[in-house]
């Protein structure tokens, strides 16, 4: 079949507020401009990617002008491996896109951003749930013929637009569309909206298409330590642990510093000294070095509201959602903390009788308390700024003591561990893992840690199980816990360890 006898298939994979339909319009309009016959669907998402929406549009390449009054036959949706372009906001999107089958190996070109919007389901993981960026990349290189990627996030912001400008100057530097580019830039300055921003980033993405800009850097979504007085002289302590975990534990004071104060950020280092005495390892320790400095930072009230009166909070918004200069930006913030976090701020001998009474009437996770702050007026500044003022009361709160006792049973049940073996160290640290956010989601981390740690570790760390078996042991628990963390999967997990130890 000769290539004008058959129309240009084309996928559209956005998700949604990232543009995907206007670009689609576009395409659409520039195909008229062109006297092209032109046609398009599209089938709306699910929540799952956020509203992932994809759209299908079919070009036939030659001139109705040309046809002698004939009308190609276009289709409403892609057929499996009928597809010319694959086009995506998104590199999830855009593996999706290939691994449906729409794509062929001989045939398929693709453009897409390479930077990541997490899915629900990775969100939702008790542990590290995110895909593997280099698997997501294999799957488009054996699918497709071509391949156009970069981050076009970090294009769109330095342009001052949103993604799909970008992509459509990538589409019209790429040459695969029987279009000319000066067409798709008239279909912006037709369209009448944010004409110059969508123009910039237009041709930041024909430039790239075109290899005459290299891509631009991923984007580090990092955010600066304020400075804390005498974090320096903390840091300056960490000269007994090797080069990369004390990379880490530098990190890891400025961030508790921030999180507290610098006497906390000395006990994280004392901590990590008392380490040092029972292994050298390196990657054990700039494993707890991690993990040691996210569980300190644990989170509670005090904290969420800090980081929503941060300085730069409204700048970042004002940035992301590319407010101009002196338009007005409203934020509103949607709380209902329950009985566990209020109950977390207050001493132990107030907040153990009040949890214990609800967990025993079955409303512990009933209580909650809903309601909306206005993050920018006075009332909801000053009431988010008198919580995060509490900070220095963090040191007496019921929360702050659960915590620093678990932390120190982990980090004796690592430093037992270690002894025996540093992979078996490692597999112990990563059980930090486990513990996270706070109510239940908190209660029951920690309580599949301690499950973990008497049926597993302790016996592990003894040296009575050969060291493979315990590695596996430890390994399969965690995992088990991490997958289902209501606990029937480590139940049925600690009951097979436990039978195969007695073989």
Known sequence: MSPVSR?????????????????????????????????????????????????????????????????????????????????????????????????????THLIASTHRVHAVAEKMEMGDGRYDV??????????????????MEQA?????????????????????????????????????KAV??????????????????????????????????????????????????????????KRLAAYQDARYARLYVERLQSLSAATTDEAVLARVARHLAVRMSFEDVIHVARLKTAPDRM????????????????????????LEEVCALLPGFLARPILNAAHRGGW???????????????????????????????????RFVQEQAGIEDWLAAVAEASRLSPALGLEVAECARLIKGYGETWRRGTANFQRIRDAVIAPAATGIWPLPFALDAIANARAAALADPEGNGLDRTLAAIAGKAAA
């Open 7 to 107: 129309p240009f298939c084309l996928v559209v994979a956005a998700m949604g507020g990232e543009g995907g339909g206007v670009l689609t319009d576009w395409i659409v309009e520039a195909a008229n401009a062109s006297g092209l016959a032109v046609q398009s669907t599209s089938v709306p998402g699910v929540a799952q990617r956020t509203g992932a929406t994809t759209y299908y549009v079919e070009i036939f390449p030659t001139p109705l002008a040309e046809l002698g009054g004939a009308e190609p036959i276009l289709a409403l949706s892609p057929s499996l491996g009928e597809v010319d372009l694959i086009v995506a906001t998104e590199l999830m999107e855009a593996a999706r896109s290939v691994t449906r089958g729409w794509s062929a190996p001989d045939r």
């Open 364 to 398: 512990a996770d009933k209580a909650a308390w809903g309601r909306q702050v206005n993050a920018n007026g006075i009332l909801g500044y000053a009431s988010m700024r008198l919580l995060a003022g509490l900070k220095p009361w963090r040191r007496h709160s019921h």
């Open 156 to 192: 769109a912001k330095s342009a001052g637009c949103i993604v799909n400008a970008v992509l459509l100057g990538a589409i019209a530097g790429s040459d695969l569309l029987p279009i000319a580019p000066e067409v798709f830039e008239a279909q912006i300055v037709a369209g009448g």
């Open 134 to 151: 280099d698997h997501l990349r294999q799957a488009i290189v054996a699918g497709t013929r071509g391949r156009l990627l970069f981050d």
């Open 315 to 338: 700048e970042r918004i004002r940035a992301e959602i590319a407010a101009r200069p002196g338009q007005p930006v409203v934020v509103k913030d949607f709380l209902k903390p329950g």
């Open 196 to 253: 110059e921003s969508n123009l910039r980033g237009f041709r930041l993405g024909f430039q790239a298409a075109r290899g005459e800009v290299p891509a631009a850097p991923p984007a580090s979504h990092k955010r600066p330590h304020p400075q804390v007085e005498g974090a320096a002289l903390v840091a300056a302590q960490l000269g007994f642990l090797p080069p990369a975990a004390r990379a880490l534990a530098e990190e890891g004071v």
